[in-house]
């Protein structure tokens, strides 16, 4: 099926989110959608899926009027999208998740052991048969969520996919079996819609790439006719000189200890240490223990045993509040659950920590003191919004976990964990992201980055973890750090 889409005007509240932005993809073809945070990406795929009704503008399906007005109506016609944000029914199982739209109709009964046969068929073909059909979605690692959404997906067996960011929590193990299932699909003549800020993803997988700016389309191109700098500038308007800015850091005295941590089945006998000044990366395929441990940590999830020392004080993390308070913060990976909450504004969301450097020693909030920091904050992250004032969830992905960052800046924790910390974000907002905890290292803070991007991990550590099984598989130094080296440790191969 081809799909074109010309004219589309979109706008919130007086913004304009698309302005006569078009798109044009054949069936049989991996179409790149390119684009910053705010570029007006999702809000397209919004309009195509029927989650938002578009102001102006046609969209066509083999040259005939879509007349897409509900998701509902995008569903009946082939359309299917894999949000970034996962929308599982966390309570219901994998494979009543993944056949939802056969579940509640009057007069049908629901065969569940049917379902769960064709949700083993599914997963198992996309190479997943690991995945319990029968086990509710909810208690999942992110990544297997993400695969439970592309399966749903493809339940339906759509003649248009977007994918909408798919390998952001996968390992390069799961990203290597979704393009094989892409290539596949492609083969029989689905028209694949491809968004990611990945750009060695887009030149590996796509045909052709559309680039929005500012809700406009700047244009579309052959990927063989474009590189990654010419891409990085077409998307952002300059050149991108540098991934990972400079570092001017002098690493200093251990800050955090942590000795023989054991939290559940997933934390076994964990000890490392980080300094003040360092950016400490943590790696891993997904499943290794790497978020449970950090969660342990922040006091979001029980120890077992062992021991947390900062500045050689022995400490204990019952609580997140309790972690804040003793100068630890963490930017969890899940931004949408944990991070940010999505109805309140940027200013509430940006001040609501333990830790608010804004109250008086009367307990007096200094509301102009407060507005200013933040806005700072907000300047140097680049964030994208309609003011201080605006709810989160107005935002896109990537201005939301600016947000989520902007909590623990303003609370000037003396450690902090970043987990994914680029998760979903454009090429031009990570660089100004590892800016921001470059900073912060520099002012003395001590970095614990859990990356599933190898690149990211590579350029940014000063040392890496490597954990494997719920443990520490093994400690590379800033000279060893590199591809095959981490991926030796994590799966547990000898170099």
Request: overall charge negative; aromatic content about 4%.
């Amino acid at each position: 099926m081809n799909l074109e889409m010309s004219g589309i005007e979109k706008a919130f509240g007086g913004i304009a989110a698309l302005r006569g932005a078009s798109l044009q993809a054949r069936g049989g073809e991996v179409h790149g959608l390119m684009g910053e945070n705010g570029a007006g990406k999702s809000t397209l795929m919004k309009i195509l899926s029927g989650t938002y009704r578009r102001d102006a503008g046609q969209v066509l399906l083999d040259g005939a009027e879509a007349g897409i007005d509900t998701p509902h109506d995008a569903i009946a016609r082939g359309i299917s999208v894999i949000y970034q944000e996962f929308s599982l029914a966390g309570h219901l199982s994998v494979a009543e998740n993944v056949l939802i739209e056969e579940l509640g109709h009057p007069g049908i009964r629901v065969d569940l052991p049917d379902m769960v046969r064709r949700t083993r068929a599914l997963l198992t073909g996309m190479g997943f048969g690991d995945i319990d059909p029968m086990r509710p979605a909810g208690e999942l690692p992110v990544a297997y969520q993400q695969v439970v959404e592309i399966c749903k997906a493809l339940s339906r067996d759509s003649a248009i996919l977007v994918f909408d960011e798919p390998t952001a929590v996968l390992t390069h193990h799961e990203t290597e079996k979704l393009f094989r299932l892409i290539r596949d699909l492609k083969a029989r003549g689905v028209c694949i819609l491809y968004i990611s800020h990945r750009l060695e993803e887009i030149f590996a997988l796509c045909d052709r790439v559309t680039v929005l700016k500012d809700g406009q389309t700047v244009g579309s191109w052959p990927t063989a006719e474009l590189d990654e700098k010419r891409l990085v500038k077409l998307m952002i308007g300059r050149d991108l000189s540098d991934l990972f800015p400079p570092r001017k850091a002098v690493i200093g005295d251990v800050l955090l200890e942590v000795e023989k941590l054991n939290a559940g089945p997933m934390v076994r006998d964990v000890s490392f240490s980080v300094r003040a000044g360092e950016v400490l990366g943590v790696s891993g395929l997904v499943g290794a223990g790497r978020t449970e441990t950090m969660r342990a940590i922040f006091g979001a999830d029980r120890i077992d045993s062992g021991i947390l020392r900062l500045a050689g004080r022995e400490i204990r993390n019952a609580t997140p509040g309790q972690a804040v308070r003793n100068g630890i913060g963490m930017l969890p990976e899940d931004r949408k659950q944990q991070g940010v909450l999505l109805d309140l504004s940027i200013l509430v969301n940006a001040t609501m920590t333990p830790a608010n450097p804004f109250v008086s020693a009367f307990g007096f909030l200094r509301k102009g003191a407060e507005r200013a920091g933040v806005e700072r904050i907000a300047a140097s992250l680049r964030l994208k919004s309609a003011g201080l004032d605006a709810p989160a969830g107005t935002l896109s992905g990537g201005n939301q976990q600016k947000v989520a960052l902007m909590k623990w800046i303003v609370a000037q924790c003396r450690v902090l964990i970043f987990d994914e910390p680029t998760r979903g974000v454009d090429v031009g907002a990570k660089v100004e992201i590892y800016r921001v905890m470059n900073e912060l290292a520099e002012a003395g803070a001590a970095i614990i980055m859990v990356s599933s991007e190898m690149i990211e991990v590579i350029g940014m550590s000063d040392r890496v973890i490597v954990m494997r099984r719920g443990a520490i598989a093994g400690e590379l130094r800033k000279e060893q750090i590199g591809e095959e080296a981490i991926i030796h440790l994590a799966m547990g191969t000898e170099a």
